[in-house]
């Protein structure tokens, strides 16, 4: 089984600049999640996916981050502008359903902002 | 509010040796924890999970304890080795019961 894909692996942008991170999840999973992650710290919810409906951004900076899951299965994630405290991992995990199930997540996009 | 923590943000221990990480929780209508670890430049990677209606489960040289009444997770690694260094975190179900919440994290390091 192929595990959860994400693009790039690595960005380095300047404040202000906007950017892009992709994701696909694990075939068949209906719910996916995008989670930042700081350095040194757990990572954290931004916005969960079920099919292509949201079911939960209440931690997403909506001002300046947006996502979307056209067709219930790629997912996008964008930063305009991006800002210093922007940086960290960005990653996107999967799951079979919601709540009692595992999450797979895949490697991130490591974003840094200069 | 929910949160989850960890006792301690490192661990170093001898290759063999068994090692215990805890963590605390703090909304006692959580129902369901993971423990996951992640190695450097990777993901979280899923080690095991506990439903609270158990307290205890075991897997390939892992076990979680669940203590419900001092709202206490740890994971136990049994025959430590080199390959399990990494950093190890607790998550739990919110209170929507739709996604996970997680912890600082604890750094094992494995020495041969």
């Known amino acids: 089984e192929a595990g959860v894909a994400q693009s790039p692996r690595y960005k380095i942008i300047e404040k202000r600049q906007s950017v892009a991170f992709w994701c696909n999840p694990i075939?068949?999973?209906?719910?996916l999640y995008w989670y930042q992650q700081i350095l040194g710290q757990g990572p954290k919810l931004l916005i969960q996916?079920?099919?292509?409906?949201?079911?939960?951004d209440s931690q997403l900076p909506k001002d300046r981050f947006s996502a979307e899951r056209l067709k219930g299965v790629d997912s996008t994630l964008k930063i305009q502008p991006a800002k210093l405290e922007d940086s960290a991992v960005y990653l996107c995990?999967?799951?079979?359903?919601?709540?009692?199930?595992?999450?797979?997540f895949g490697n991130g996009t490591r974003l840094t902002v200069t | 509010g929910e949160s989850v923590g960890l006792h301690l943000p490192t661990l170093s221990v001898q290759e063999g040796d068994n090692s215990i990480i805890n963590c605390a929780y703090s909304n006692s209508a959580s129902d369901y924890f993971i423990w996951y670890k992640q190695e450097s430049g990777k993901g979280p990677q899923f080690i095991i999970d506990?439903?609270?209606?158990?307290d205890k489960r075991q897997g390939q040289r892992v076990t979680v304890l669940l203590n419900k009444t001092v709202k206490h997770l740890s994971l136990q690694i049994a025959a430590t080795q080199p390959g399990d260094s990494a950093v190890y975190f607790c998550a739990e179900l919110n209170q929507a019961g739709t996604a996970l919440i997680f912890g600082k994290g604890t750094t094992l390091s494995v020495s041969s």
């Open positions: 995990a999967s799951s079979s359903g919601q709540g009692y199930s595992p999450l797979h």
């Open positions: 506990i439903r609270s209606n158990m």
């Open positions: 996916f079920q099919n292509n409906g949201v079911v939960d």
């Open positions: 075939s068949g999973h209906a719910t």
